[in-house]
Nanobody
């Protein structure tokens, strides 16, 4: 059974930082591209960041470039971790952040239709 479970969300003041984690299990996720999306109330879901299976390629939405960093840990045999370090947070970053996975990299930053999704974690940035 595939599971993507996010954690690390919360309430933070503008200018602060949070680190989101995603624990992936049920597949050999070391061969999967991983990514993060977010959805704010009343808005469509948007792409945030992607990382290739090897970790050698990353892509970011323009709105988060220079502030967010995606990384991954493929060392675990059964649980693979993906992280999103978020710095210099702004109120407009407030959203539910969801982890995603797909065997084809472009399905995350380009077509934005990955096969697997987590349920999400709430990030709230106060002004």
């Amino acid at each position: 059974q595939v599971q993507l479970v996010e954690s690390g969300g919360g309430l933070v003041q503008a200018g602060g930082s949070l680190r989101l984690s995603c624990a992936a299990s049920g597949r050999t996720f070391s061969t999967y591209a991983m990514g993060w999306f977010r959805q704010a109330p009343g808005k469509e879901r948007e792409f945030v960041a992607a990382i290739s299976a090897s970790g050698g390629r990353t892509d970011y939405a323009d709105s988060v470039k220079g502030r967010f960093t995606i990384s991954r840990d493929n060392d675990e045999n059964t649980v693979y971790m993906v992280y999103l370090q978020m710095n210099s947070l702004k109120p407009e970053d407030t959203a539910v952040y969801s982890c995603a996975a797909d065997q084809i990299y472009r399905n995350i930053p380009v077509t934005r239709s990955p096969d697997y999704w987590g349920r999400g974690t709430q990030v709230t940035v106060s002004s």
